[in-house]
T-cell receptor, first 106, second 113 residues
Framework: KNEVEQSPQNLTAQEGEFITINCSYSVGISALHWLQQHPGGGIVSLFMLSSGKKKHGRLIATINIQEKHSSLHITASHPRDSAVYICAVVDDQFYFGTGTSLTVIP | DGGITQSPKYLFRKEGQNVTLSCEQNLNHDAMYWYRQDPGQGLRLIYYSQIVNDFQKGDIAEGYSVSREKKESFPLTVTSAQKNPTAFYLC????????????FGSGTQLSVL
């Protein structure tokens, strides 16, 4: 049983394209996190959401609590956005999705 | 700068050997976590600690042990009982409250010789 499902698993885009990564979850949560993992393995936190929408530069994250769904959008994608994007939800512990591997081609 | 430091970056284990992965943080966080990452799978929780001198088993604790003698340090020992230890190991700490955030170390790749 997977508490967190992400789609797509892999995504290839041309530079400049608008990108959407989806996350659905099945548990009750207090918060949802979007994380970015670059080649080499280090993970950085992009957003923490408990409701609504957040924006940071070209990244936008939204969450719909009733539908148990979140999306991460990247506007004007760039090759440096190439990474694995991981959705994680929190109730009494963290549950992680398997990640979406994004490749942006120049 | 505050952060989490994991070492070593690469580690090789021989049969029957215990190895210890280091995790140090200077963020003053109470909560620390160890995760295992295998290809195509999400992060899986090995152990976590909410406070000094206390820790709890995660979903895949068998074959691993931890200690939390200091707030800054949360080392993970992979024992000889862990029969499939090859994986990428990540340590994390958590800032709680309204500005909740996870901070990760750069990871340790453990391989079996």
């Amino acid at each position: 049983k997977n508490e967190v499902e992400q789609s797509p698993q892999n995504l290839t885009a041309q530079e400049g394209e608008f990108i959407t990564i989806n996350c659905s979850y099945s548990v009750g949560i207090s918060a949802l996190h979007w994380l970015q993992q670059h080649p080499g393995g280090g993970i950085v936190s992009l957003f923490m959401l408990s409701s609504g929408k957040k924006k940071h530069g070209r990244l936008i994250a939204t969450i719909n609590i009733q539908e148990k769904h979140s999306s991460l959008h990247i506007t004007a994608s760039h090759p440096r956005d190439s990474a694995v994007y991981i959705c994680a939800v929190v109730d009494d512990q963290f549950y992680f999705g398997t990640g979406t591997s994004l490749t942006v081609i120049p | 700068d505050g952060g989490i430091t994991q070492s070593p970056k690469y580690l090789f284990r021989k049969e029957g050997q215990n190895v210890t992965l280091s995790c140090e943080q200077n963020l003053n966080h109470d909560a620390m976590y160890w995760y295992r990452q295998d290809p195509g799978q999400g992060l899986r929780l090995i152990y976590y600690s909410q406070i000094v001198n206390d820790f709890q088993k995660g979903d895949i604790a068998e074959g691993y042990s931890v200690s939390r003698e200091k707030k800054e340090s949360f080392p993970l020992t992979v024992t000889s009982a862990q029969k499939n230890p090859t994986a990428f190991y990540l340590c994390a700490s958590r800032r709680t409250g309204t500005n909740e955030k996870l901070f990760f170390g750069s990871g340790t790749q453990l391989s079996v010789l």
